[in-house]
C-alpha cells in the first residue's frame, strides 16, 4: 500500500483512472479491517472450535481474496486499458 498509493496516483491518466486505482485498494483495507472485526468477535464469543465460527472466519477471508483480485483487475484494466 506504501508504493501502491503514490504509483496508482501518478500512472492515472485522469481524475476516474486515479480514483479507481486509489479506490480499489482503499476497499481492500476495508474489506480487512471488517475481516479483522468477524475474526475478533468470533473469537470472543466462542472460544472453542465451532463449525458456524469457521465458516465466518472463511467467509472473511474469502471477501478479501474478492476484494484482492477486484483490486488486481482494476488496475490492469485501467493500466493496460
Known sequence: MAIALPSGLYLGKNGVERTLLAGSLFLVLIVELLNSAVEAIVDKTSPE?????????DMGSAAVMISLILAGVVWGLVLLG
Do not use: E, S
Open 49 to 57: 472450535f465451532h463449525a458456524l465460527a469457521g465458516r465466518a472466519k
